[in-house]
């Protein structure tokens, strides 16, 4: 099979022959078609966060169909159409045991990320229990963004419990703040976005955002007041996780309000005890997502309630050129990547 390799880091990726891999007594195989990009493959490819042994093949964000299974699979056989779940965890320490897998104590591999081969590649081998159905009304692309902007976004709203009514401010609308806007509408809140770039200000209403905010242009923590009646918002979904986006969100919070930390990066943010204490604020931080999530997401996305974040697809033998749009940062919703066999597949369906 052909894959897009990471051969060193700060190099580009080489589109060249490697080995098909076999799936184990309990994998399957699955011929990809589709495999999302994002900011945990440039932090990848610059040897920055995961450092995994080269070479190597990322991608994160697999959607495809089973061309063989191990002989222990049950459940799943060739034809089906799937998406996989990240993850391999060990199912029993307490994490897995209380359905919070995502935080796994004794956390395996990450597909296309630590330990296991990802789906940059026409081929990948995954154990079967990582896989999830692909709805038929969901395509390729879309199916594939579900597996972490779509499930980050979903699980950070259950960690928010966002309710019917309350009013939540969402900082970065990237892939994740482009489904978090739309999943946030599903919920019934009203939502205020906050975005630097002037285009995906302009996206974030396409999708549904009720106000949109430039924090180069305001000080956010009183423009929010401006919009809620001067008692800010119920929560906080702060993609970015700058020092200065903690501030403004943690700020931007009414009386009892939730900061939800998606993103991050190295930067600290000193938080006053008795600003919390006496506000019963809520700071909560919320990573990836359980399975469940992504089946969830994956059927939200079929029934039609969100509309597709993928603006943009590129042969994955150009995988260099779509990561270099990526880095721009000038990108709306998600990139996604084509197998030949994805090109072809949705040929026929068009
Ligand atoms: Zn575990």
Not at 125 to 135: E, K, Y
Not at 324 to 339: D, F, K, M, Q
Request: charged share 20%.
């Amino acid at each position: 099979m052909k894959a897009a390799v990471l051969r060193a880091f700060n190099q580009p990726l080489e589109w060249q022959e490697v080995t098909t891999p076999s799936p184990e007594p309990d994998e399957a195989l699955v011929k990809v078609m589709a495999c999302g990009i994002d900011g945990t493959d440039l932090k990848l490819l610059d040897g920055f966060g995961y450092t995994p042994e080269l070479p190597f093949v990322m991608g994160h964000e697999v959607a495809g169909v089973v061309t063989e299974a191990g002989y222990r699979v049950t459940g799943f056989e060739e034809g089906d159409r799937v998406i996989v779940y990240n993850f391999t965890t060990c199912g029993a320490c307490f994490a897995c045991l209380s359905n919070r897998e995502q935080i796994c104590v004794n956390m395996g591999g990450v597909l296309g990320a630590k330990d296991r081969s990802g789906g940059y590649a026409e081929y990948v081998a995954v154990p079967a229990r990582q896989l999830v159905r692909l709805p038929d009304q969901v395509s390729w692309p879309d199916g594939a963004v579900c597996c972490d902007a779509g499930m980050t976004a979903f699980h950070a709203m259950e960690r928010a419990r966002l309710r019917l009514g309350e009013t939540v401010l969402i900082v970065g609308v990237g892939g994740v703040g482009s489904m978090a806007v739309q999943l946030a509408k599903a919920a019934g809140a009203r939502v205020l976005a906050v975005e630097l770039s002037q285009s995906k200000r302009e996206w974030a209403r396409q999708i549904g955002a009720d106000a949109l905010l430039d924090p180069g242009d305001v000080a956010l923590p009183d423009a929010v007041r401006d919009l809620t009646r001067g008692i800010g918002v119920d929560c906080v979904i702060d993609i970015v996780g700058q020092t200065g986006t903690m501030a403004a969100g943690i700020d931007s919070l009414r009386h009892g309000g939730r900061m939800v930390i998606v993103g991050y990066t190295p930067d600290h943010y000193p938080v006053e005890g008795k600003y919390l204490a006496q506000n019963e604020l809520e700071i909560l931080g919320t990573r990836a997502g359980r399975k469940q999530d992504l089946i969830q997401v994956a059927g939200l996305m079929a029934s039609g309630k969100i509309r597709s974040i993928v603006t943009q697809t590129f042969p994955m033998e150009n995988a260099n050129e779509a990561l270099a749009v990526l880095r721009s940062g000038e990108n709306l919703g998600r990139i996604v990547l084509l197998t030949p066999a994805g090109r072809r597949s949705l040929d026929t369906a068009a």
